[in-house]
């Protein structure tokens, strides 16, 4: 049973555009929810985060949006960069020291 | 800074053995979590550790087990490998509830 479902496997977008990577989740207990990006033979590394008791968050060129009653969040990358190419993990967590829970990813290629 | 530190980066062992992964964490982060990363399969979460306890488990068998040594650090262990045990595995600490996690660079096992 996937918590967190990255329905998308992959994504081309071209340099300069935007990219909209989505994510949707089961669990209604989720408070907090997290995007992560990794490089190849590296660890995932913190891109920004939202709690639930706001519905955006910004930070540079990503903003993460968040539709509780969808049960949905995607992140957005403006304008995106070939140095964004990397796969993208979502993330959700609740309230109680529980581990993170992640999706599958998608993989991101951005087209100069 | 330092970040967080796994070794070995690379292993490769054979069916059947046993195997010890190590994981330093952030200096003052008390709580380690492990993953395993599988191609199409996303992080799944194996187990976390707090305070030299075992705080969160999931859904692998018993021949995966840990520890966490007073100084935080923890390890791993897998033993009667399999083949499908071949994954990158990623060590995470964490500050505290809602601070994320930051990620390791992995170690990357290969069972033949």
């Known amino acids: 049973d996937q918590q967190v479902k990255q329905n998308s496997p992959s994504l081309s977008v071209q340099e300069g555009r935007i990219s909209i990577l989505n994510c949707d989740y089961t669990?209604?207990?989720?408070?907090?929810f997290l995007w992560y990006k990794k490089y190849p033979a590296e660890g995932p590394t913190f891109l920004i985060s939202i709690s639930s008791i706001k519905d955006k968050n910004e930070d540079g060129r990503f903003t993460v949006f968040l539709n509780k009653s969808a049960k949905h969040l995607s992140l957005h990358i403006v304008p995106s960069q070939p140095g964004d190419s990397a796969v993208y993990f979502c993330?959700?967590?609740?309230?109680?020291?529980?581990?993170?829970?992640f999706g599958k990813g998608t993989r991101l290629s951005v087209i100069a | 800074k330092a970040g967080v530190t796994q070794t070995p980066r690379y292993l490769i062992k054979t069916r059947g053995q046993q195997v010890t992964l190590s994981c330093s964490p952030i200096?003052?982060?008390?709580?380690v979590s492990w993953y395993q990363q599988t191609p199409g399969q996303g992080l799944q979460f194996l187990f976390e550790?707090?305070?030299?306890?075992?705080?969160n488990k999931g859904n692998f068998p018993g021949r995966f087990s840990g520890r966490q040594f007073s100084n935080s650090r923890s390890e791993m262990n897998v033993s009667t490998l399999e083949l499908g045990d071949s994954a990158l595995y990623l060590c995470a600490s964490s500050g505290g509830q809602n601070y994320g996690y930051t990620f390791g660079s992995g170690t990357r096992l290969t069972v033949v």
């Open positions: 669990n209604s207990m989720f408070d907090y």
């Open positions: 200096s003052g982060h008390r709580s």
């Open positions: 993330a959700a967590s609740r309230s109680g020291n529980t581990p993170l829970v």
């Open positions: 550790y707090f305070s030299e306890t075992q705080r």
